[in-house]
């Protein structure tokens, strides 16, 4: 089993529709928590940090359950713009290394 | 800022060939990540550093791969002799060291051994 492990997809929604990405982790020792974006054939960014009371940039929400130790992305009123890979990402603090998933890839058409 | 720096940008080289991947980390930035991506492995950690000394190198596949940080600013992955399925895309990233904060990467070195 993988440490990290993320819905596979793909995702294809139409414009303006609200999508959900779904991550597990598996180490409970894992202490920050990341969704980054990579669009096709660059680098990935980070799009948010993961705070356990959730928190909300514009249109995209994060949550994380530690108890469950599941991670969430929900993306409102999706755009074109927003096709990309979600990656989930788990920081092992005292380690001091990350572990990523291998990505939700979401597909927005018009 | 500039950013993480990596060169060369693309790689096309022969089996047995040695290969050397450049990263400048972000002025400032202590920890150093070299990471490998495939279709088939994802996003896979190599090795890291902490003020230019490596603290796991766990995920380096095989002795073939030798990484090396002489200074804060500079970083290289070196393989010898590559193979065919050392094709994939290596990234650098950079982060400040300690706390919780996020990695940059750089643009990434995409490599194809023949």
């Known amino acids: 089993r993988k440490e990290v492990e993320q819905d596979p997809g793909p995702f294809n929604v139409p414009e303006g529709a609200t999508v959900a990405f779904n991550c597990t982790y598996s180490?409970?020792?894992?202490?920050?928590f990341f969704w980054y974006r990579q669009d096709c054939r660059k680098e990935p960014k980070l799009l948010m940090s993961?705070?356990?009371s959730g928190n909300e940039d514009g249109r995209f929400t994060a949550q994380l359950n530690r108890a469950s130790q599941y991670i969430s992305l929900l993306i409102r009123d999706s755009k074109l713009s927003d096709s990309a890979t979600y990656l989930c990402?788990?920081?092992?603090?005292?380690?001091?290394?990350?572990?990523f998933g291998d990505g939700t890839t979401l597909t927005v058409k018009p | 800022d500039a950013g993480v720096i990596q060169s060369p940008r693309h790689e096309v080289t022969e089996m047995g060939q040695e290969v050397t991947l450049r990263c400048k980390p972000i002025?400032?930035?202590?920890?150093l990540f070299w990471y490998r991506q495939t279709m088939m492995r994802g996003l896979e950690l190599l090795i890291y550093?902490?003020?230019?000394?490596?603290?796991?190198d766990s995920g380096m596949p095989e002795d073939r791969f030798s990484a090396k940080m002489p200074n804060a600013s500079f970083s290289t992955l070196k393989i010898q002799p590559s193979e065919p399925r050392d094709s994939a895309v290596y990234f650098c990233?950079?982060?400040?060291?300690?706390?919780?904060?996020?990695?940059?990467f750089g643009p990434g070195t995409r490599l194809t051994v023949l």
């Open positions: 990402v788990v920081l092992h603090t005292n380690a001091g290394k990350s572990t």
């Open positions: 180490n409970s020792a894992s202490q920050s």
């Open positions: 002025s400032g930035h202590n920890s």
């Open positions: 990233a950079s982060r400040p060291l300690g706390g919780e904060d996020t990695q940059y």
């Open positions: 550093f902490n003020n230019n000394v490596p603290i796991d």
């Open positions: 993961v705070y356990s």
